[in-house]
């Protein structure tokens, strides 16, 4: 199912948030909306030698769950998977590998930060 117009800026403007964020906590933000041929990553951070992947989920309302909810095993299996692509075309072996969920629900956020 395609987002509409709305949803679609939604998203933008949590991942530009979470962006600024992470950038206020210390992390480098190396990419944004990397893909590759197996997907995308929202947010890819660096601090120290931990390489974050940040995946956020912007909802307007939990009518119909949290981001939180939208990551399935499935799904934390492929972020981890774009994560390792991310490190080993980046020349980044030997950096930890962290995947962090930040879910925006009508104006709160929850992060969940190692998610596995």
């Known amino acids: 199912m395609a987002k509409t117009p709305q949803a679609a ?3 933008v403007q949590a991942e530009s948030a979470m962006a600024s964020w992470y950038g206020a ?16 990553l929202d947010i890819v951070a660096l601090r120290d030698d931990v390489v974050v992947v940040v995946e956020v989920k912007a909802r307007s309302s939990a009518r119909f769950g949290t981001g939180l909810d939208a990551i399935t095993p499935a799904k934390l299996h492929r972020l981890h998977r774009l994560g390792r692509a991310f490190i080993r075309e980046h020349n980044m072996a030997g950096r930890t590998l962290r995947v962090d969920v930040a879910s925006w629900v009508d104006g709160t956020w929850d992060i969940v930060h190692g998610v596995s």
């Not at 906590?25 to 995308?40: D, L, M």
């Open 9 to 11: 800026a939604l998203g």
């Open 25 to 40: 906590q210390g992390y480098e933000i190396v990419a944004r909306n990397w893909r590759t041929t197996g997907g995308e």
